[in-house]
């Protein structure tokens, strides 16, 4: 398979048509090797429309919602991001790629190790990953100015919102363990919030003490 063809359609068919317009963004996806953060048998299926499983339960994202996310958060360059729920590691060689630092918090340790395997095969050194409880952010290297929650949480842990800076942005799905909202989250210089529902989404559970028991 050539992936270098089948990742340019896939920026072209999902991402550009569906109207992402950051060209930043589109340049790192058409960058990224998207198959090299799924299972070698999956492979194939890299660039396809859909979410994929990784393990544990877990899956990497469609590649629509990591563009739109990605683009919610309005990265320039010179960002301090935080990712809760590294996943794969895909979302945050995206990130590594647009910004200055990658702050990203994976609470299974296996899905953290390959990730880490995958981000410095591709020379993504400006990526620190902690295993923890992700609903807690990372307070030490606190605030950032983009925060991005890639599970779905029954509401917006405040620890996150503590965590962003003035005119940070905070993406995240908000509502059921079935079914959430996009929901982006803008903290003006006073500390007020501007919040905003973008679309409807479908992910897995944020655990955690401030997310969804593990066994719920």
């Known amino acids: 398979m050539n992936f270098d063809v089948a990742r340019r359609r896939m920026v072209e068919s999902q991402i550009i048509s569906r109207g992402v317009k ?9 960058k990224v090797p998207r198959h090299v953060f799924v299972e070698e048998a999956m ?4 660039y396809s429309d859909t979410p994929l499983p990784i393990g544990e339960k877990q899956t990497i994202s469609q590649p629509f919602m990591v563009a739109l ?3 919610l958060l309005e ?4 960002e301090k991001v935080l990712e809760i729920g590294t996943g794969s590691g895909y979302q945050a060689a995206i990130l590594a790629t647009l910004a200055d630092r990658v702050y990203t918090v994976e609470r299974i340790r296996p899905l953290a190790l390959r990730a880490r395997k995958a981000l410095d095969s591709l020379g993504l050194l400006n990526v620190n990953i ?3 409880d992700g609903t807690l952010g990372w307070e030490e290297e606190a605030p950032f100015d983009a925060i991005i929650v890639t599970a779905g949480a029954p509401e917006i842990p405040d620890k996150l919102l503590d965590q962003l800076g ?3 942005r905070l993406v995240i799905p908000v509502g059921t363990q079935f079914e959430q909202v996009l929901v982006r989250i803008v903290k003006r ?3 007020s919030l501007v919040k905003e529902q973008v679309t409807g989404c479908r992910f897995v559970k944020l655990v955690g003490r401030f997310g969804w028991s593990a066994e719920d």
């Open 130 to 132: 902690k295993i923890a």
């Open 166 to 168: 003035p005119g940070g």
């Open 189 to 191: 210089d006073d500390g």
């Open 75 to 78: 990265l320039a360059g010179k």
């Open 22 to 30: 950051d060209r930043r963004l589109i340049e790192a996806m058409l």
């Open 69 to 71: 996310m990605t683009e």
């Open 43 to 46: 492979a194939a299926q890299a």
